[in-house]
């Protein structure tokens, strides 16, 4: 008994694909400019020591990274309202993506910030740059250039995980597939298409990423 | 010749013999299962042991549940002991057409397929897919749930019901498993859910977060009491047994104590 392949049973709900990946990529967009912001304020307050924001950015790093993504979901839209702090389910996958790719971030620029060679720091105090001024141009740029590519990949990985945010019905892309699936049952196809279409946002996400890199970030530093 | 004629007669004998078994067999059966079971002094009943809360096994290690309390019930009403079968949902029907059990008590739900091959008492438990939600907010109908909030399981019958028959502005928020769904209700992450009433006397018997009360039925499908074919006396008294227990409350009882909510009155 073959299988009989309907792709036309997954197509013609491609309306709800479409809005899925389009949720996935808003997500992934919101996630990750919050979430990178964060990690440039986590990686500052460790590579200076800044005291106070240094042990608390050191305790969030560790427990975020050493806890599983679904798991810090649940306890925020589950967990939470219990306080009293209820979000709607988008919120809820926002706040959680901000939160992993802020912890994972704030180790990734902080290597970039640590391999500032001292001598560029002298070179910025005697051409007279405000402290601001050193920062901006002298350590985070250069330092956010040498860590571009890794940056790029965990904003990716974000971007996958967000596949998770279904378990909280989030209506992103992941989601639309289970429903359609549920419908029709038709998973080898339903998944097939999700995949090329989580294939193809990935590829999309570094092209854009590698384009935000040499227009904003490298491209005046090399 | 000779063997062949002894052939002949011995088939003939045979295909004679099954064809009286075929018409008398059944024949007799018909009034004897009743009359077997009184003279036994056992009722043989398939219950579930997995099912709570219809069947399911007591921290005393002894099946309980409403389907039990039903087999004790019409047992007590026979004058005759009952013994219980644990089956599971797949040999349930098995268990009765090939005569090892008298009864199923066993949360049994009537369709065609079924019918073809046991018969069916009167039905004697609810079953059925609904919305529900907390006791201090109203809600009537499947038209008042526009611009509300419903969680519901994915794929779940309950999600293929109500995707058919909610208001467009209704909201439909459709969670992994009913565990994701249920966490939801009782976070207050959403104002309804809509399961099964099983599920939710389950919730409300595991915790009083927010209890949760019947608001309308989505698609009934209530139990009854499978027995084999063609035993119309067995059937008759079951049904009388079933009729007058709903009438003097003592069915009314059993649902109240393992469901959490009276007969509902089109039962």
């Given at each position: 008994m073959a299988y009989r392949f309907d792709f036309a049973a997954v197509f013609q709900h491609s309306d709800l694909l479409l809005a899925g990946a389009g949720f996935t990529l808003a997500l992934t967009a919101v996630g990750a400019a919050a979430g990178i912001a964060l990690g440039i304020l986590g990686a500052v307050s460790r590579a200076w020591r800044l005291p106070l924001l240094n042990g608390l950015f050191g305790v969030y790093v560790e427990v975020i990274r050493n806890t599983p993504f679904l798991v810090q979901l649940f306890f925020i839209f589950f967990g939470l309202p219990a306080l009293g702090v209820k979000m709607t389910e988008w919120q809820a996958a926002v706040l959680a993506m901000v939160i992993n790719l802020g912890a994972y971030s704030t180790e990734i620029i902080r290597a970039g910030i640590q391999a500032t060679p001292r001598g560029q720091l002298e070179a910025a105090e005697s051409l007279a740059l405000t402290r601001l001024q050193a920062f901006r141009h002298v350590v985070l740029r250069p330092a956010l250039a040498r860590i571009w590519p890794a940056l790029n990949s965990q904003v990716i990985i974000v971007m996958l995980g967000s596949a998770v945010c279904s378990q909280i019905a989030t209506e992103e892309l992941t989601f639309a597939a289970n429903f359609i699936q549920s419908r029709n049952f038709r998973a080898f196809e339903t998944y097939l298409v999700t995949t090329a279409m989580y294939l193809f946002m990935a590829l999309l996400i570094r092209q854009v990423l590698a384009?935000?890199?040499?227009?904003?970030?490298?491209?005046r530093t090399r | 010749m000779k063997n062949r004629r002894t052939l002949m007669s011995t088939f003939a004998g045979l295909v004679a013999g099954l064809t009286l078994t075929g018409l008398f067999g059944v024949g007799l059966?018909?009034?004897?299962?009743?009359?077997?079971?009184?003279?036994?002094?056992?009722l043989r009943v398939a219950v579930p042991q997995d099912f709570p809360p219809f069947g399911s096994v007591g921290t005393d290690l002894k099946p309980r549940g409403y389907d039990i309390d039903m087999a004790n019930l019409i047992g007590e009403k026979l004058g005759v002991k009952v013994e219980l079968i644990p089956v599971t949902s797949t040999n349930r029907v098995p268990y009765l057409t090939t005569g090892k059990a008298d009864l199923v008590i066993s949360s049994l739900g009537k369709n065609p397929e079924r019918e073809a091959v046991i018969d069916f008492t009167d039905a004697y438990a609810p079953f059925f897919n609904g919305v529900f939600g907390p006791t201090d907010v109203p809600l009537a109908d499947v038209e008042q749930l526009a611009g509300k909030t419903v969680a519901v399981t994915r794929g779940s019958v309950e999600d293929l019901e109500l995707s058919k028959i909610a208001p467009k502005n209704a909201t439909l928020k459709r969670f992994e498993d009913n565990n994701s769904t249920i966490s939801a209700y009782l976070s207050g992450q959403v104002e309804f859910i809509a399961t099964g009433n099983v599920?939710?006397?389950?919730?409300?018997?595991?915790?009083?977060?927010?209890?949760?009360?019947?608001?309308?039925?989505i698609k009934n499908s209530p139990c009854y009491i499978g027995l084999a074919k063609g035993e119309a006396a067995l059937q008759a008294q079951v049904n009388q047994i079933i009729a007058q227990a709903r009438q003097d409350g003592s069915l009314n009882a059993i649902a109240e104590r393992w469901l959490n909510a009276p007969l509902p009155a089109e039962l």
């Open positions: 384009w935000v890199g040499r227009r904003f970030v490298i491209g | 059966a018909q009034a004897d299962v009743l009359d077997e079971v009184k003279q036994r002094g056992t599920v939710a006397a389950g919730v409300n018997d595991l915790t009083k977060v927010r209890p949760l009360e019947t608001k309308f039925l």
